[in-house]
């Protein structure tokens, strides 16, 4: 063959050979986090975050971290692993305040002071507690003494630093609370005993050590010494015990709290199921809210709203409907197609016409998942005195509600309203016998004074009576029980 037509043969070759290579090569699209899922993945964590803040305040059952793995799954790298480590760095934080929830057992009163002061730090319980103090003026609370009391407390430490005096103005309020929780006479007196400290101690113990290190040198170098010598003997293993006797002081018997187990699918032993008519998200156990199911139903909400024009109920109903939770010809069919405050009524009293169960949380309090519905009474917080107003929760942080328009949602009205009935029952009993007495009064003699006297305490019942009736109605979907498996 000619030297010409091989070198024609070659170039008319290569070109082909480049353009099969090409498409033999061409890339693979790889699954990217979308936008929604990372925000939905964030806004949860921060929901799971306060309330780990809430409960260590309060002294209750801590959240679960595992509640973030339903929404984890749709997450890709680099996401998916930042969003590991920030579970796992709260699996940690929330161990922590565990171990101290379980009481200084053989740790020395000091040290366990600083690890007190340093789950509420991490856990940022100040920003909490002043939240509580800084109701919006829609729900016009104002402090009570003991609140005024410490506010102007940590106000004076605060003033005196050099930087930060916000930062440190919101450390004091959580370290006051959580010290007049946990260091209580009574409630150190249950726990005399000298149970070794637990490894979930490590990590609260470690960042109290760190912490410490930062203070001036010769600074009450005795406890840092006995702060190193708790953490050196946890890692080692030992307990320390032997250096002191067990005591228990009269009367009391040592505090017992079973370390949560976290397995996956699985509620740990030490969050029991919540009764049916009990479900408290402020004091956990998550479990029975489908986080997965109220994030999607928050898009479908946002993606809905074009501005408030008045007809909330109609917008919250069309995203219910478009989320297969209810279906709209039933609520409309049931009577409640007019006011939103008759979807409390209809959730209520129709359970049958619901496609999802929803669960009502008894009495509420921020945070709450999202995809929480909330319904506010006529005239609470603000809203139409006819027909009240139905949100559904979207963000955590900063709050946020959509119906057909998105605002900040009114925190400080859930908490006041939330709880309200409760506080009213305890008042009713006074206000009973006040008009029983101021009645005996009239009756022994029918003076213009006693009648006076009469008549206020009729108004204080009935102004009791009236906060019976809770103004605001919270619901979080439940999530939907496996099919029982055949016999």
């Known amino acids: 063959m000619p030297r010409r037509i091989l070198i024609l043969l070659a170039v008319l070759w290569l070109p082909l050979a480049a353009g099969a290579a090409s498409r033999r090569r061409k ?13 939905a993945l964030d806004q949860t964590y921060e929901l799971v975050f306060q309330l780990a803040g809430q409960s260590y305040l309060r002294d209750e059952l801590m959240p679960d971290p595992d509640s973030l793995d339903a929404l984890l799954a749709a997450l890709r790298d680099p996401e998916l692993g930042k969003a590991q480590a920030k579970k796992k760095t709260l699996a940690q934080l929330v161990a922590g305040a565990e171990c101290v929830q379980g009481g200084p057992g053989s740790i020395s009163p000091d040290v366990y002071k600083l690890m007190v002061d340093q789950a509420a730090e991490d856990l940022q319980v100040g920003v909490i507690v002043e939240r509580g103090f800084a109701p919006d003026a829609r729900s016009g609370r104002s402090l009570d003494a003991a609140e005024k009391a ?53 990590p609260v113990l470690e960042a109290a050590v760190k912490a410490r290190a930062k203070l001036p040198a010769g600074l009450a170098d005795d406890v840092g010494r006995r702060l190193q010598e708790t953490r050196d003997r946890l890692l080692a293993g030992t307990s320390g015990a032997e250096d002191a006797p067990p005591a228990v002081a009269p009367g009391h018997s040592p505090r017992q709290r079973v370390p949560a187990v976290r397995s996956a699918g699985a509620a740990p ?37 074009i501005g408030f024009t008045g ?48 669960r009502r949380i008894p009495e509420p309090s921020w945070p709450v998942p999202i995809g929480t519905i909330v319904v506010w009474s006529a005239g609470a917080c603000g809203y139409s005195a006819q027909s ?24 400080a009205c859930l908490d006041e309203f939330g709880s309200d009935p409760q506080l009213a029952r305890s008042e009713l009993a006074p206000a009973q016998e006040g008009l029983r007495q101021a009645q005996a009064d009239y009756d022994a003699g029918r003076t213009k004074a006693r009648l006076a006297a009469l008549r206020k305490k009729k108004a204080s019942l009935a102004a009791v009576q009236k906060r019976l009736e809770p103004r605001v109605a919270a619901y979080v979907i439940e999530r939907e029980k496996p099919p029982a498996s055949p016999p």
Do not use: M, W
């Open 311 to 358: 007809y909330c109920y109609s917008y919250v109903k069309a995203a219910l409907e478009k989320a297969g939770i209810v279906d709209r010809q039933a609520i409309d069919g049931a009577g409640a197609s007019a006011h939103a405050k008759l979807f409390a009524d209809f959730v209520e009293k129709n359970p049958a016409l619901l496609k999802r169960k929803l």
């Open 27 to 39: 890339p693979v699209a790889v699954p990217k986090t979308s936008a929604a899922d990372a925000q």
């Open 269 to 305: 032993a030490s969050r029991p199921e919540p009764a049916a008519n009990d479900l408290q998200l402020a004091a956990p156990p998550l479990e029975s809210a489908d986080l997965a199911t109220g994030v999607k139903l928050a898009k479908v909400a946002k993606a809905g709203e």
């Open 150 to 202: 410490l506010v102007k407390a940590c106000q004076g430490e605060a003033r005196d630093q050099a930087y930060d005096r916000r930062g440190f103005y919101q450390k004091c309020l959580g370290r006051r609370r959580c010290e007049a929780v946990y260091l209580s006479p009574e409630r150190l007196a249950e726990d005399s005993s000298q149970r070794p400290p637990d490894p979930s101690c490590a």
């Open 388 to 411: 009240g107003h139905i949100e559904i929760v979207t963000r955590i942080k900063p709050p946020q509600a959509c119906s057909d328009g998105c605002a900040p949602f009114q925190t």
